[in-house]
Antibody
C-alpha cells in the first residue's frame, strides 16, 4: 500500500525558498514503474501541477514555475522533495505530493494529505 | 491551446445520470484522468486511461471522450458523489507538461 506524507515549514517569508519533503512508504522512490509529482491548490482555487520526477531522474516542470522550481529524489530516505525559490503571497497554497503507479505520470493515483504553506512576513 | 476547460458547476437529481465535461486541444491526443475532491480532502482518482477505474471506485463512474472533449459520467448519482469539485487532468500538447481543468462542483439534489 503506497502512502505519501508531506512535511516542511508551514510559514515562509516572501522572497525566501519553500522546501517540502514527501516521504514515501510502500514503494521505492527509485521504482521504474512509479512516477512522483507535486501539485498545489491555492485557497478556494483549483489544482495546479508543479512538476514531476521519475526513473532516471527525469523531471518536468510547469512552464509558469520552471525558473523557480526544483524536484529531486533522495533514495537513501525514500523521499522526494520540492524547492520553490523567491516565493510571494501567490505561492500560498496547500501542497500535495502524489504518486502514480498506473503507467502514466499524469495519473495521480495516490496522494498525501497535503500541507498548507503560507507565504507571509 | 494549453488548457483544459470545465463547467464551474452542475447539479443532478438523486439517482439520475450526470455528465461532466472537460475540453482541450490536447485531449485529441491524450486521455483525461478524473479526480473527485471533497471538502478538506485530497483529490481521489476515479477514472483514468480509456475508462479505467481504480480499485474501490464504484462502477457508476465511467469515462469517455470524443474529439477534444472528455466526459465523466455518473450513472445513478448518489448523495456521496456530491463534491467540491471534479477535476480533469491530462498532458498538454507538448506531451511533457500536465494540465488540470478548473474543476466542476457537483451538487446532488
Amino acid at each position: 500500500q503506497l502512502q505519501l506524507q508531506e512535511s516542511g515549514p508551514g510559514l515562509v517569508k516572501p522572497s525566501e525558498t519553500l522546501s517540502l519533503i514527501c516521504t514515501v512508504s510502500g514503494v521505492s522512490v527509485s521504482s521504474t514503474t512509479y512516477y512522483w509529482g507535486w501539485i498545489r491548490q491555492a485557497p478556494g482555487k483549483g489544482l495546479e501541477w508543479i512538476g514531476s520526477i521519475f526513473y532516471s531522474w527525469t523531471t518536468y516542470y510547469n512552464p509558469s514555475l520552471k525558473s523557480r522550481v526544483a524536484i529531486s529524489i533522495d533514495t537513501s530516505k525514500n523521499q522526494f522533495s520540492l524547492k520553490l525559490t523567491s516565493v510571494t503571497a501567490a505561492d500560498t497554497a496547500v501542497y500535495y505530493c502524489a504518486g502514480s503507479g498506473y503507467g502514466a505520470y499524469e495519473v495521480f493515483g495516490d496522494w498525501g494529505q497535503g500541507t498548507l504553506v503560507t507565504v507571509s512576513s | 491551446s494549453s488548457e483544459l476547460t470545465q463547467d464551474p458547476a452542475v447539479s443532478v437529481a438523486l439517482g439520475q445520470t450526470v455528465r461532466i465535461t472537460c475540453q482541450g486541444d490536447s485531449l485529441r491526443s491524450y486521455y483525461a484522468s478524473w479526480y473527485q475532491q471533497k471538502p478538506g480532502q485530497a483529490p481521489l482518482l476515479v477514472i483514468y486511461g480509456k475508462n479505467k477505474r481504480p480499485s474501490g471506485i464504484p462502477d457508476r463512474f465511467s469515462g469517455s471522450s470524443s474529439g477534444n472533449t472528455a466526459y465523466l459520467t455518473i450513472t445513478g448519482a448518489q448523495a456521496e458523489d456530491e463534491a467540491d469539485s471534479y477535476y480533469c487532468n491530462s498532458r498538454d500538447s507538448s506531451g511533457h507538461h500536465l494540465l488540470f481543468g478548473g474543476g466542476t462542483k457537483l451538487t446532488v439534489l
